[in-house]
Structures are given as structure tokens and as C-alpha cells.
């Protein structure tokens, strides 16, 4: 295994929503040197065939295993559901790597939840892993899973804090499969965003429900995995490198509502 403390964490999604991921980790663990990669020229993942998922994953980890990461984070529930076992042996022994999955369904067996909402894109949902995540570790949680595919896109056009995004949750969380829950996963990482209104519709109904976002329960889990095996980083601060596979002024200025500080992206044409 890469042991190397001064070597960089590298993360991926479909594209800047994996930067809420980036963010929580930054905030934990500030002396890390990180590699993203947006790979916008797929987007979204949520639509898309496990298999296609896979190849991408396949050319992002291997393009992530060149820059020398010590760790890999998927950091997208949509390809952390079909591709994590696959991009674990593509690692080997050179990186270890994270889905956004795992950690999240230990939170949610510690804290003893018995009723599990569950909202995410198609292809998170479709692929079951929560549920089948859940239910290996305990088979008496319910889970109820619900694909919200109006979410991402709406987020991505910064409608976080308004009419419209009251509307879409709302109906969203109207659903009859989701009524009758003691926690919701915002299984996807586009959904820090919008955790707050996601909170107050349920505050508004007088409803105790925990909103679980994945973005900080996965830096935290990822921290304590780097302090027992002894590779944080504690030297002088890095540099943190934003890759995309398609390249437009847009995405540049959407990083912003994802990311604090104003980043430049850098296009690398991996697909090409
Ligand atoms: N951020 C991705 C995830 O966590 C979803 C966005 C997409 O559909 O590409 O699943």
C-alpha cells in the first residue's frame, strides 16, 4: 500500500457534486493535497448502465492511480453503488479506496434506525445497495428507497433556496414510500445542498426525522481509517488539483456553490 503521508487523496464524480466530499474531507483533514475529478463530459452518472458506470470508473481510477493517491474516494453514491468492488482491485495494494456507501450504512445500524428513507438517483436506487447493505447487517431495518432524478440537475443550476426546489422536495418527500421513516440518506452527494430544506420541510410538519448527509459521515470515517494506518498528512499544506473531462465556463462558475473557495478547472480529455 501507498504509505506515503505527503502523497495526495484523490476523488471523483460525475462531476462538482462529488465537491461537497471534497469540502468535508478538507475540513477534517486541512493539510491534504487532493486530486478531483469531474468527469463532465458523462454527466449525469444517474442514468446511466452499471456497466458504462464501470468504465469510466475503470479510466478515472486508473488516471487517479497515476497521480500516486494514497487514498481513492468514489466520491458519487451512483457510481459507488455498481463500481466499488471493481475499482478495489484495479487499486490493489497502490491506493486504498472508499465508496460513499459504507460508512453511511454503519451510521445508520449504530444508531439503531429502524425505518431508512432513502433518496437518490436511478441508478443508486436501482442497484439496491443501501438496502442490501442495510438489511446484510440487520435484516429487520426497513428501508425505503426512493429515486429523486429531478434533484441533481436542479441543484446543479443552483435552484438550492426557492420556489422551486420547496416544490421538487416537497413532492419528493410527499411520497407515500417515504411517510413513516425515522431517518432519510441523501444518497447522493449533490444533496449537502439542499439538507437544510430537506431539514426545515420536515421541521415544518413537526416531524422528527434525522437527515443523514453522506459528504461528512464519509470524512470522518475516512480521517480515523488515516489516523490508525498512520497516513495523515501532517507537513506544511499541498496543493489541490481540479480536473473535468469536458470544460465550460459553467461548470467553472457552478463550483461555487459546491466548493468554498473559487477554483480553477483544469480540462483533461482522459475519454478521448
Ligand atoms: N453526485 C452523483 C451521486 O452521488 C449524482 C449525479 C449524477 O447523476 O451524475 O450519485
Known sequence: MNTNAQSPIGLFDSGIGGLTVANAIL??????????FGDTAH????????????????TIGSFLLSKECKIIVIACNTASSVAFEMLQQLAGDKAHVFNVIDAVVDEVINRKYKNV??????????????????NAKNPNVNVHQLATPLLAPMIESGFVDGQISHLVIEEYLNAPSLQDIDTLVLACTHYPLIKKEIEDFY???????DVL???????VHIKKFMIENGI????????????????????EK???????????LIQMPLFK
Open 43 to 58: 454527466l449525469p452518472y444517474g442514468d446511466k448502465s452499471a456497466d458504462t458506470i464501470r468504465y469510466f470508473t475503470k
Open 27 to 36: 475540513q477534517q483533514l486541512p493539510n491534504e493535497s487532493l486530486v478531483y
Open 232 to 251: 495523515v498528512n501532517y507537513e506544511k499544506k499541498g496543493r489541490n488539483t481540479f480536473y473535468v473531462s469536458d470544460y465550460t465556463e459553467s461548470f
Open 203 to 209: 421541521a415544518a410538519k413537526n416531524k422528527k426525522v
Open 117 to 134: 428513507g432513502v433518496i437518490g438517483t436511478l441508478g443508486t436506487v436501482n442497484s439496491n445497495a443501501y438496502k442490501n447493505k442495510i
Open 254 to 264: 457552478t463550483t461555487q456553490l459546491f466548493y468554498k473557495e473559487s477554483i480553477d
Open 213 to 219: 448527509a453522506t459528504n461528512e459521515i464519509v470524512a
